[in-house]
């Protein structure tokens, strides 16, 4: 994405989009971290040649989803496959870790994250557990943006945004934590102390049309940068939601959520790296709904057909009985269709007829699901909240933000906004000095913003 800021208005341009996917290899699943890395160049190629003759790409900024990591040896060459976060290779870690309710609350007050089968501190766990001789193979483990910095700038360095999602970092101090990383049997010497977001990292080596082009250590987290764009209440009244394949749903605050109640919740403090946080919680999000379309032969690949299918749906009374959208199978099931189906039978309730009838489920549930954590965050926080606002693709289905404000009793106002490129943007507009900060960015944002609302009913 190009972005272009002139009369504190931002432009966005797609100039180039390619599909990721999980590689599945036997039992595991890694990403196929070569094959982005020449899309990106390839992106960052053509982003130049579509600038106006004389004009250059001042900064390049990178963020991707969490926890994901490559481990390399000093000079930054890859020495270990970078697996994706769904392998099932840390079922095993995470119920040690869940057993354990002493070592979960001494985890989760020192870090701020909750067991989730996707940490990072799992993985790496697991890693070093099964070849125990990458301790000293590897010399750092750089998380998925802290990598592409590498590979731009040359520099091997933390961002401390990305960094707080691995449940290694120490949540109030922002270093790492030295009791996490032992609980976890993972080398210290792989970590480097988190840069705070906005460092400047120098200019992008190996690419001529971008030679004068800086590389700027923004929130490397893509939750963290959708969470940026949102133009949210000064007075902390707003629950935001970035809707995606996750729906991550939380709130700002300038202190961590670490009380017993928040470990049940589930609560996972992101840090933004300017020292606050977004205690936030993961909703299992569109994964059910786009896994479940893997089930069936005709599924929507164009923008109309799925508007007709969500139509369809929306046609469909209200589901009486939801999905319990927290059940852990949903993680990574081999047919999403059948472990809902499952779920349902075990409760004695039919399972949907048709892919419209799935949708219309999906949809209701995770709306129930969102509501469930907004009102948490309401007990945990004391807060009372007035509103919703959701970015992503999730936030332009209309039948998820009515079943959603339907369920929590609150307006929902959805934003047509590419959330995290435009809070990437915005970092980078900030550390440039064109932006002053986060406030005034979203005050100039929220009045070119299309929004619409939806009412409880
Ligand atoms: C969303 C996201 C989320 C993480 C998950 C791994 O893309 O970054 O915040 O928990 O991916």
Redesign the pocket.
């Known amino acids: 994405m190009v972005g272009t800021w002139a009369k504190n208005r931002l432009e966005l341009r797609e100039v180039h989009r390619f599909p990721n996917g999980v590689r599945q290899v036997g039992d595991n699943a890694y990403w196929d971290i070569p094959g982005l890395w020449e899309q990106v160049q390839q992106g960052l190629e053509l982003a130049a040649q579509s600038l106006p003759e004389g004009e250059e790409l001042a900064s390049v900024g990178v963020d991707?989803?969490?926890?994901?990591y490559v481990l390399v040896d000093e000079s930054g060459r890859a020495v270990y496959p970078t697996h994706a976060?769904r392998d099932n290779r840390t079922q095993a870690g995470l119920k040690a870790l869940t057993d354990d309710p002493t070592a979960l609350r001494k985890i989760y007050r020192t870090t701020g994250i909750p067991a989730?089968f996707?940490n990072s501190s799992l993985q790496l766990a697991e890693t070093v557990a099964t070849h125990p001789a990458i301790t000293t193979t590897a010399k750092r483990c750089l998380f998925l943006p802290d990598y592409f910095n590498f590979l731009l700038s040359g520099k091997l360095t933390h961002g401390q945004s990305i960094a707080g999602?691995a449940q290694l970092l120490n949540v109030k101090t922002g270093g790492w934590s030295r009791s996490a990383l032992k609980h976890f049997g993972l080398p210290a010497g792989w970590f480097s102390r988190p840069l705070t977001s906005g460092t400047k990292l120098g200019r992008v080596r190996n690419i001529p049309a971008l030679k004068r082009t800086r590389v700027i250590s923004v929130p490397g987290?893509?939750?963290t940068c959708a969470y940026d764009a949102i133009p949210a209440a000064a007075d902390g009244s707003d629950i935001l939601i970035?809707s995606?394949?996750?729906s991550?749903v939380g709130m700002e605050n300038d202190r961590p959520l670490l009380s017993d109640d928040a470990i049940a919740a589930r609560v996972?403090n992101?840090q933004t790296g300017r020292g606050d946080y977004r205690p936030?919680v993961?909703v299992i999000g569109l994964w059910l709904l786009e896994e479940t379309l893997q089930d069936f032969k005709s599924r929507p690949s164009k923008a109309s057909e799925w508007t007709k299918l969500i139509n369809a749906a929306r046609a469909l009374p209200t589901s009486e009985q939801l999905l319990d959208v927290t059940d852990p199978v949903f993680g990574n099931p081999a047919s999403m269709r059948q472990a809902i189906d499952a779920q349902l039978k075990r409760r004695r309730i039919k399972p949907p007829v048709d892919l419209p009838a799935y949708v219309r489920l999906i949809c209701d549930s995770l709306g129930q699901g969102h509501a469930d954590v907004v009102a948490n965050l309401a007990k945990l926080s004391g807060r009372t909240f007035k509103r919703i606002i959701m970015v992503g693709g999730g936030s332009q289905n209309a039948l998820l933000c009515q079943a959603t404000a339907d369920a929590a009793q609150l307006p929902v106002m959805s934003c047509q906004l590419e959330g995290?490129a435009v809070g990437n943007m915005a970092n980078q507009l900030i550390a440039l000095g064109s932006v002053k900060c986060l406030a005034e960015f979203r005050r100039h944002l929220t009045k070119q913003l299309t929004t619409k609302i939806y009412r409880a009913r």
């Open positions: 991707t989803w969490g926890v994901d976060y989730i996707l999602t987290h893509d939750t970035s995606g394949t996750w991550l996972a992101d936030l993961n995290s």
